[in-house]
Every structure is written in C-alpha cells, then in structure tokens.
C-alpha cells in the first residue's frame, strides 16, 4: 500500500519559517516525480513546487526565492523549506507522488497538513 505522510506544519508569524516532510512508502520512490500542492479556504488546490526524479525543480510563480523543495532518495522523503512566511501562504499543503511509465498513470495523495500563516 502507497502512503505519503506529512509533517512539519502549525501556526507561524509573518516572516517565519517552516520546514514540510514527506515520508513515502510502498513506491519506488526514487523514480517518481514529487511535488507540493496547497489548497486555501475557498480555493482550488495550487501548484506549489515539485522536482522530477532527476532532480529538476519548479516553483510557482508566488513562492519563487521563498520556498525551496529538496528530496532525499535514500530516506524516501521530500521536503518543502518555507521561508518569509505570509499570510497568503496559509493553507492545506498535500504532498503529491506521480510516474507515467508503459501507458499507465500512478498518482498519490498525503493526507495533507495545515499551515498557519497569523500575528
């Protein structure tokens, strides 16, 4: 069975910094692509970041020079370094696991975990 588990999320003033995990089991992980998707009240779930199983990243346009995500295939996690924090950033963040390999599309979902972007 495929789990993708997060942590590392809470409650943090503007300005402040937070560091996401996602620890992945029954994948392959080191050939999967990876990324970080958030949904805020009342809005669709967003791109964050992601980084392909080479180790090319992506950031939306929002978090560039902000957030930086990094994997690490030996312990089967990747990581989402959050820094100056805003409120904007507030939201559930998901950890998301995706491969296209022989015509046949796998893609898993973390449960997702709250990040709190408040004075």
């Known amino acids: 069975q495929v789990k993708l588990v997060e942590s590392g999320g809470g409650l943090v003033q503007p300005g402040g910094s937070l560091r996401l995990s996602c620890a992945a089991s029954?994948?392959?992980?080191?050939?999967?692509?990876m990324g970080w998707y958030r949904q805020a009240p009342g809005k669709q779930r967003e791109l964050v970041a992601t980084i392909t199983s080479g180790g090319t990243t992506n950031y939306a346009d929002s978090v560039k020079g902000r957030f930086t995500i990094s994997r690490d295939n030996a312990k089967n996690t990747v990581y989402l370094q959050m820094n100056s924090l805003k409120p904007e950033h507030t939201a559930v963040y998901y950890c998301n696991a995706k491969l296209i390999r022989l015509g046949q599309e796998y893609n898993y979902w973390g449960q997702g975990t709250q990040v709190t972007v408040s004075s």
């Open positions: 029954g994948i392959i992980f080191s050939i999967y692509n």
